[in-house]
């Protein structure tokens, strides 16, 4: 079974500081990992996925994630947050037979000007 | 627009009544999937069709509510009798069914309020 722990759910950064949401997941199987963006009022989209090649991802918006499976980490990074990158993000995982996702409780964040 | 799109954006409804849903998905994606969101919770899986066949159920997915995808395009998710509790973001996704990886493109949602 997967599962996805996503620590702190809330998190605020002032504006051009790094960004850093965790997240740990639960597999049974060699998952894959997303991160996906909610903006208000909006549906889900998708940041960045592991798919078991390079550990670590880049993805949409100048964010990035790496992969540890010792750590069973997937936390999602930064280097400078943008009032633009308030929103909520959920981490995701998927079994390999992508059937259904399980998502994390979600993080919120704020960013301060 | 060629995303996943959903109708109606907000339901209102009261205590009892049956309500249905709309979702589209992107042209030509096999899978299709129904989450529901809760405020302050991630996404519960709740469905998953590949083409017309629905192929998995979540124990979320009471008597109550019955999903389908006629000819596998667009689906619908109807629920009976709503609860209170029913109060929730329902969310469409699809994705191509096909490749290494197949991450899962989201609709906008419906929001459902029971009164």
């Known amino acids: 079974a997967q599962s996805v722990t996503q620590l702190g759910s809330h998190v605020s950064v002032s504006e051009g500081a790094l960004v850093l949401l965790r997240c740990n997941y639960s597999s049974s199987v060699p998952p894959y990992l997303f991160w996906y963006v909610q903006y208000p009022n909006q549906g889900l989209q998708l940041l960045l996925k592991y798919t078991s090649a390079a550990t670590l991802v880049k993805g949409i918006n100048g964010f990035e994630a790496e992969f540890k499976k010792s750590e069973t980490s997937f936390h999602l990074t930064k280097p400078s947050a943008h009032m633009s990158d308030a929103a909520e993000y959920f981490c995701a995982v998927s079994g390999n037979n992508f059937n259904k996702f399980y998502f994390g409780s979600g993080t919120k964040l704020n960013v301060k000007p | 627009d060629t995303g996943v799109s959903q109708n109606p954006r907000h339901k209102i409804t009261k205590r009892g009544q049956n309500v249905t849903f709309r979702c589209d998905p992107i042209s030509e994606h096999n899978r299709l999937y129904w989450y529901r969101q809760t405020l302050g919770q991630g996404p519960e899986f709740l469905t998953y069709f590949q083409n017309e066949a629905q192929l998995e159920k979540s124990r979320l997915l009471s008597d109550r509510f019955s999903a389908e995808r006629p000819k596998g395009s667009f689906s619908t998710l109807e629920i009976q009798r709503t609860e209170q509790g029913d109060s929730a973001m329902y969310l469409c996704?699809?994705?191509?069914?096909?490749?290494?990886?197949?991450?899962?493109?989201f609709g906008p949602g419906t929001r459902l309020t029971v009164l």
């Open positions: 996704a699809s994705s191509p069914g096909q490749g290494a990886v197949d991450e899962q493109f």
